[in-house]
Protein backbone atom coordinates (compact mmCIF):
# COMPACT_ATOMS: atom_id res chain seq x y z
CA UNK A 1 0.00 0.00 0.00
CA UNK A 2 1.07 3.55 -0.83
CA UNK A 3 2.56 5.57 2.01
CA UNK A 4 1.81 8.57 3.39
CA UNK A 5 4.64 11.17 2.11
CA UNK A 6 4.89 14.87 2.87
CA UNK A 7 7.77 16.71 -0.03
CA UNK A 8 8.77 20.06 2.56
CA UNK A 9 10.60 21.80 0.40
CA UNK A 10 12.56 25.10 0.77
CA UNK A 11 11.58 28.32 -1.68
CA UNK A 12 13.93 29.71 -4.38
CA UNK A 13 16.33 32.21 -4.41
CA UNK A 14 14.71 35.67 -3.24
CA UNK A 15 15.12 38.43 -5.72
CA UNK A 16 16.90 40.37 -3.05
CA UNK A 17 21.04 41.33 -2.62
CA UNK A 18 23.12 39.88 -0.09
CA UNK A 19 25.61 42.37 -0.52
CA UNK A 20 24.67 45.22 1.37
CA UNK A 21 26.44 46.19 4.97
CA UNK A 22 23.54 46.65 7.63
CA UNK A 23 23.28 48.47 10.89
CA UNK A 24 20.39 46.41 12.82
CA UNK A 25 17.51 48.54 12.16
CA UNK A 26 18.74 48.13 8.17
CA UNK A 27 18.48 44.81 8.71
CA UNK A 28 14.91 44.77 10.45
CA UNK A 29 14.17 46.65 7.00
CA UNK A 30 16.10 44.35 4.97
CA UNK A 31 14.16 41.32 6.48
CA UNK A 32 10.77 42.89 5.78
CA UNK A 33 11.68 43.43 2.04
CA UNK A 34 12.68 39.49 2.13
CA UNK A 35 9.07 38.33 2.78
CA UNK A 36 7.53 41.00 0.18
CA UNK A 37 10.56 39.41 -2.04
CA UNK A 38 9.83 36.82 -5.07
CA UNK A 39 12.32 34.76 -6.93
CA UNK A 40 14.83 35.92 -8.75
CA UNK A 41 13.58 36.19 -12.42
CA UNK A 42 16.94 33.55 -13.23
CA UNK A 43 15.88 31.18 -10.68
CA UNK A 44 13.84 27.97 -12.45
CA UNK A 45 12.87 24.97 -10.60
CA UNK A 46 14.70 21.95 -10.90
CA UNK A 47 13.76 18.82 -12.73
CA UNK A 48 13.28 16.84 -9.61
CA UNK A 49 10.80 19.49 -7.50
CA UNK A 50 8.57 19.75 -10.65
CA UNK A 51 8.58 15.55 -11.24
CA UNK A 52 7.71 15.61 -7.45
CA UNK A 53 4.88 18.43 -7.20
CA UNK A 54 3.67 16.67 -10.59
CA UNK A 55 3.08 12.91 -8.58
CA UNK A 56 1.33 15.42 -5.23
CA UNK A 57 -2.29 14.74 -4.49
CA UNK A 58 -2.06 18.75 -2.99
CA UNK A 59 0.38 21.08 -3.45
CA UNK A 60 0.42 23.50 -0.41
CA UNK A 61 2.62 26.94 0.03
CA UNK A 62 2.55 29.29 2.75
CA UNK A 63 1.19 32.94 2.01
CA UNK A 64 5.08 34.45 1.54
CA UNK A 65 6.08 35.35 -1.94
CA UNK A 66 8.80 33.54 -2.58
CA UNK A 67 7.11 29.91 -1.27
CA UNK A 68 4.14 30.82 -3.81
CA UNK A 69 6.17 31.05 -6.40
CA UNK A 70 8.15 28.23 -5.77
CA UNK A 71 5.07 26.40 -5.42
CA UNK A 72 3.68 27.69 -8.87
CA UNK A 73 6.73 27.20 -10.31
CA UNK A 74 7.08 23.13 -9.26
CA UNK A 75 3.57 22.82 -10.26
CA UNK A 76 2.45 24.53 -13.54
CA UNK A 77 0.79 27.03 -11.18
CA UNK A 78 -1.96 24.84 -9.79
CA UNK A 79 -0.81 25.17 -6.04
CA UNK A 80 -3.85 23.68 -4.21
CA UNK A 81 -4.04 26.53 -1.11
CA UNK A 82 -2.03 28.84 0.82
CA UNK A 83 -1.36 28.30 4.41
CA UNK A 84 -0.36 31.09 6.69
CA UNK A 85 0.69 28.34 9.53
CA UNK A 86 3.86 27.45 7.37
CA UNK A 87 5.44 31.28 7.28
CA UNK A 88 9.32 31.38 8.47
CA UNK A 89 10.10 31.78 12.24
CA UNK A 90 10.78 35.54 12.53
CA UNK A 91 14.21 37.07 12.25
CA UNK A 92 14.02 40.15 14.96
CA UNK A 93 18.17 41.50 15.13
CA UNK A 94 19.08 42.79 18.34
CA UNK A 95 20.10 45.91 18.89
CA UNK A 96 24.27 45.73 18.54
CA UNK A 97 24.25 49.69 17.73
CA UNK A 98 26.28 50.96 14.61
CA UNK A 99 27.52 47.81 14.00
CA UNK A 100 27.32 46.80 10.42
CA UNK A 101 27.18 43.51 8.74
CA UNK A 102 25.93 41.48 5.60
CA UNK A 103 22.42 40.12 5.80
CA UNK A 104 23.55 36.51 6.02
CA UNK A 105 25.63 37.58 9.55
CA UNK A 106 22.56 38.96 10.62
CA UNK A 107 20.96 36.06 10.05
CA UNK A 108 22.87 33.80 12.27
CA UNK A 109 22.90 36.53 15.15
CA UNK A 110 19.75 36.97 14.75
CA UNK A 111 18.52 33.39 14.98
CA UNK A 112 20.75 32.44 17.66
CA UNK A 113 19.15 35.55 19.78
CA UNK A 114 15.65 34.42 18.87
CA UNK A 115 16.70 30.90 19.87
CA UNK A 116 17.83 32.21 23.70
CA UNK A 117 14.24 34.29 24.14
CA UNK A 118 14.83 37.24 22.13
CA UNK A 119 11.97 38.31 19.60
CA UNK A 120 11.52 41.82 19.63
CA UNK A 121 7.64 42.57 18.66
CA UNK A 122 7.40 39.58 17.02
CA UNK A 123 6.69 35.81 17.56
CA UNK A 124 8.44 33.69 20.08
CA UNK A 125 10.32 30.87 19.97
CA UNK A 126 7.84 29.37 22.07
CA UNK A 127 4.95 30.34 19.82
CA UNK A 128 6.80 28.82 16.59
CA UNK A 129 7.04 25.92 18.32
CA UNK A 130 3.43 25.79 18.94
CA UNK A 131 2.82 26.88 15.40
CA UNK A 132 4.80 24.19 13.87
CA UNK A 133 3.20 21.70 16.18
CA UNK A 134 0.17 22.71 14.54
CA UNK A 135 1.70 22.92 11.26
CA UNK A 136 2.62 19.18 11.65
CA UNK A 137 -0.81 18.24 12.31
CA UNK A 138 -2.33 19.77 9.42
CA UNK A 139 0.27 18.66 6.55
CA UNK A 140 -0.48 14.96 8.60
CA UNK A 141 -4.37 15.40 8.43
CA UNK A 142 -3.53 16.08 4.76
CA UNK A 143 -1.75 13.37 3.91
CA UNK A 144 -3.88 10.53 5.48
CA UNK A 145 -4.55 7.56 3.49
CA UNK A 146 -1.65 7.04 0.93
CA UNK A 147 -1.86 10.54 0.04
CA UNK A 148 1.25 12.64 -1.28
CA UNK A 149 1.76 16.10 -0.29
CA UNK A 150 4.10 18.21 -1.58
CA UNK A 151 4.80 21.72 0.84
CA UNK A 152 6.59 24.81 -0.13
CA UNK A 153 7.94 26.57 2.71
CA UNK A 154 10.66 28.08 4.68
CA UNK A 155 14.19 26.20 5.62
CA UNK A 156 14.35 27.04 9.54
CA UNK A 157 10.40 26.32 10.11
CA UNK A 158 10.98 23.42 8.16
CA UNK A 159 13.59 21.83 10.80
CA UNK A 160 11.16 23.17 13.42
CA UNK A 161 8.33 21.12 12.33
CA UNK A 162 10.16 18.09 11.60
CA UNK A 163 10.07 16.59 15.10
CA UNK A 164 6.40 17.30 15.23
CA UNK A 165 6.33 15.12 12.05
CA UNK A 166 8.27 12.12 13.84
CA UNK A 167 6.00 12.35 16.76
CA UNK A 168 2.94 11.75 14.45
CA UNK A 169 4.70 8.81 12.90
CA UNK A 170 6.83 10.20 9.70
CA UNK A 171 10.64 9.39 9.20
CA UNK A 172 12.87 11.06 7.16
CA UNK A 173 13.25 8.89 3.99
CA UNK A 174 15.30 11.67 1.79
CA UNK A 175 17.06 14.58 3.33
CA UNK A 176 18.83 17.13 0.78
CA UNK A 177 19.60 19.40 3.34
CA UNK A 178 18.64 23.39 3.80
CA UNK A 179 19.95 25.23 0.72
CA UNK A 180 17.42 26.87 -2.04
CA UNK A 181 15.40 24.22 -3.79
CA UNK A 182 16.54 21.59 -1.61
CA UNK A 183 13.46 19.34 0.31
CA UNK A 184 12.91 16.18 2.84
CA UNK A 185 10.89 13.48 1.85
CA UNK A 186 9.10 12.21 4.67
CA UNK A 187 6.73 8.99 4.73
CA UNK A 188 4.70 7.11 7.18
CA UNK A 189 2.83 4.04 6.51
CA UNK A 190 -1.12 4.27 5.54
CA UNK A 191 -2.62 3.35 8.51
CA UNK A 192 -6.08 3.03 7.21
CA UNK A 193 -4.90 0.50 4.55
CA UNK A 194 -3.47 -1.73 7.18
CA UNK A 195 -6.67 -1.60 9.58
CA UNK A 196 -8.90 -2.00 6.37
CA UNK A 197 -6.53 -5.00 5.58
CA UNK A 198 -7.10 -6.31 9.11
Known amino acids: MKPDIIILARHGEPDLSRRVRLNWR ?3 YWWRLYDEAGLKPTQKAPKIIKTLAAQADLVIASTLPRAIETAEQACGGRVSRLEEVLVEAPLPPPNLGYFKFRPTTWGVV ?3 SWCL ?6 ESRKEAKIRAKQAAQLLSDEAAGGKMIFVAAHGWFNRMIRPNLKQLGFEVVEDHGDLHWSYRRYERPNVSATEGGK
Open 117 to 122: GFSGEG
Open 110 to 112: SRI
Open 26 to 28: GYK
